[in-house]
């Protein structure tokens, strides 16, 4: 029987038909809902990848997430009509059907798309919500045109506009809602919440025009109870059963393998697939033995046949390593010339160093790369233990070896003797730090530091970085300590805050503004009467105020002299300067004295994120110096976040948190900032 289509709020005109009403089946309406519910979360939590660091482009979240949420507007309108009861066979017309979920998912990701943007204003919320609306609307009144069934229907005028207000009014609530809470989004409450009123708005528009429907039949017409559900439910069960199964499991996979991506972009080297230095740096703990590999003339190689030949050699020596060391044995690419292999135990380092000899052994002899013999000339540094009591110096010890004068390229295995190799280094890197200041190869990067609460940058950490132009990109780990040693810190210190005054003033002229900028401050020049005369002296060259400096110092400042250390604090406080107790929790100070320092800032050390939430006890230590921080009206930075789970836990441990991490940004030179905080 044909369909007519209108919207008067009387029956037919002529008297050949009757109305009828049908009836719904509870659990199946809110079994509808909850699938409207399920779908707007699992779309609200790939549109949060879309905001995240993230190695696919945001547009590609964007996509999945509308997906997902056009897909739940369609299964819940059928699921729903599943509910309702009528003696009238009834079938769907395929096509239109499959093409009534196209409006969904485009005006989901309109809406989507709008809502992220990064600067929004009221219109944004309102063209957005519009946007969900209308394609909630579409979906349903397309869905609603592929009936065909015995019967005809007219709309309630009133409730069919009263359908398509509520989707669009619910929707720009939910939009702006969603828009204004991102800070949150690792909330599950809130984002529960806003999946709650989106799926009302789905749920409430199916119903209320479901509403607006009246049916009729001829009067003649033997009503067929054999068919008394609009449509099978069996194979529709199924399609949205699956469908909702697969955009789960797109949401589960898609984010897993987009971490694990991510991780492999910032921890393995892409040509050799061994992990880089960014995570020998983080495993660098505990060694028996560290063995680097030299490969000294990798410049030359590239020069007399081309850069594609020179990774082949690479990849060539790398599959050496591989093929020769034992199984327990870590290799890493640390620099595009240096191989690092760390041994754990006694047992693997005797059987490294018997690998290594095998190897040297080898490239005494040309290698066979393609079609290509070549010489490939090295050292190998041995660095054991027992000669350091700190982790990080084993590897300051195998540059100690690897820029000693007399050191030779003939595959020797040279092993760190503390009394030839030493002094020379750390000598060398002491006297060239006054000409690295002047020739530009000492450089500052800065490191973000998020206020999620109120969405935008509390601040930056501006750090130390030096290029070395014999030794390379030099960790801070290295060089800082010895420049402490030789008391050349203060020097250095002096130059960042030029340089760091600098930079703001740069910055101000673009009206551009940080809030402020972090800088470190050495234990023994904090309390030096002429870090206050250069920090006032520099302010005034450069036209700024001491609220845009803070000051970031450590436990050790304050131990060795706790007095003259407060004395010192209060002068910068009383001057307007903020001041940070940076890595809180490594030092040795009392809780006591904590009170007593008229600092504005508590940093909590990586050293207590790295675990959490995995490690109950490190989570426990975090969240009671969370409370202690705030209990003291401290501003509470934490150091080192870098998974979302990370950020989920902090982000519920703490009321006003500042992030600071590789999960928001890396340090960055200047220009990158820039271009990062744009693209926010």
Not at 32 to 45: E, G, P, Q
Not at 109 to 123: E, G, H, K, M, T
Not at 395 to 421: K, M, R, W
Not at 512 to 538: C, D, H, M, R, W
Request: glycine letters at 4%; charged letters at 20%.
């Amino acid at each position: 029987m044909e369909n007519i289509f209108n919207y008067n709020n009387n029956s037919p005109v002529n008297n050949s038909y009757v109305e009828i009403n049908g009836d719904y089946s509870m659990i199946i309406v809110v079994f509808s809902v909850i699938i409207a519910i399920v779908a707007s979360y699992t779309a609200l939590s790939l549109n949060n990848r879309a905001r995240e660091n993230s190695f696919f482009h945001k547009n590609f979240w964007l996509l999945l997430a509308s997906i997902c949420l056009g897909f739940g507007i369609w299964s819940m309108h059928f699921v729903g009509m599943g509910a309702f009861s009528l003696p009238v066979h009834m079938d769907y017309n395929n096509i239109i059907t499959l093409v009534s979920i196209i409006p969904a998912m485009l005006a989901s990701f309109i809406a989507f798309y709008l809502a992220n943007l990064p600067r929004r204003n009221v219109w944004s919320y309102i063209f957005a919500g519009i946007a969900m609306g209308a394609g909630i609307s579409s979906m349903h009144y397309i869905g609603m045109y592929a009936m065909e069934m015995d019967a005809i229907y007219t709309y309630d005028r009133l409730l069919f506009i009263a359908s398509i207000c509520i989707a669009i009014i619910v929707s720009v609530i939910a939009v702006y809602i969603f828009s204004t809470v991102q800070a949150y989004k690792g909330n599950y409450i809130i984002q529960l919440s806003i999946s709650l009123i989106m799926g009302m708005a789905i749920s409430s528009m199916h119903y209320t025009g479901m509403a607006a429907m009246h049916f009729y039949i001829p009067k003649e017409y033997e009503l067929d109870f054999g068919h008394i559900h609009m449509t099978e439910m069996y194979g529709l069960a199924i399609i949205v059963a699956v469908g909702m199964a697969m955009l789960l499991g797109i949401l589960l996979l898609s984010s897993l393998l987009d971490r694990y991506i991510e991780y492999r972009a910032n921890y393995y080297d892409a040509l050799t697939q061994l992990p880089n230095r960014r995570l020998f740096e983080k495993k660098l703990q505990s060694p028996n033995v560290l063995a680097v590999w030299h490969i000294h003339d990798l410049e030359y190689i590239n020069r007399e046949f081309n850069y594609a030949f020179g990774d082949d050699v690479i990849r060539a020596l790398v599959h050496l390593f591989k093929s020769r060391a034992p199984s327990k044995i870590e290799i890493y690419r640390i620099e595009g010339h240096r191989i690092a292999l760390i041994a754990r135990d006694v047992d693997s380092a005797k059987q490294l160093i018997d690998a290594l000899k095998e190897v040297a052994d080898v490239l005494r002899q040309p290698i066979q790369v393609k079609d290509q013999k070549v010489f490939s000339y090295g050292v190998c540094v041995i660095s054991e233990a027992v000669h350091t009591d700190n982790a990080s110096d084993i590897y300051t010890n195998v540059l100690a070896v690897l820029n000693y004068p007399s050191i030779t390229y003939n595959h020797d295995i040279v092993y760190f003797d503390p009394t030839i190799h030493t002094y020379t280094f750390e000598r060398e890197i002491a006297e060239d730090v006054i000409r690295a200041m002047r020739e530009d190869e000492l450089f500052l990067v800065y490191q973000p530091k998020v206020r999620l609460t109120v969405q935008n940058i509390a601040g930056l950490e501006a750090l130390l970085r030096w290029d070395h132009p014999k030794y390379g990109v030099l960790s801070p780990a290295v060089f800082i300590p010895i420049l402490e040693e030789y008391d050349r810190m203060i020097y250095v210190t002096n130059w960042i805050i030029d340089r760091v005054c600098q930079q703001i003033a740069n910055w101000k002229q673009d009206n551009i503004s940080f809030k402020q900028v972090a800088i470190n401050i050495p234990g023994e020049y904090v309390t030096s009467p002429l870090l206050l005369k250069v920090l006032t002296e520099k302010l005034n060259d450069y036209g700024l105020e001491p609220a845009q400096i803070e000051l970031e110092i450590t436990e050790n400042s304050f131990v060795k002299n706790m007095e003259e250390a407060m004395r010192a604090v209060g002068a910068f406080r009383q001057e307007g300067f903020s001041v940070a107790l940076d890595d809180f929790g490594t030092g040795v100070s009392s809780l006591s004295y904590l009170k007593q320092m008229p600092i504005s800032t508590l940093k909590i050390d990586k050293s207590f994120i790295d675990d959490v939430p995995i490690s109950p006890k490190d989570s426990a230590i975090v969240q009671a110096i969370i409370t202690l921080g705030e209990s003291l009206d401290l501003n509470v930075v934490i150091e080192g976040v870098e998974t979302k789970e990370q950020l989920e836990f902090l982000t519920n441990t703490s009321k006003t948190p500042i992030f600071q991490g590789y999960y928001f940004a890396k340090p960055m030179k200047a220009h990158d900032l820039i271009k990062w905080y744009q693209g926010l």
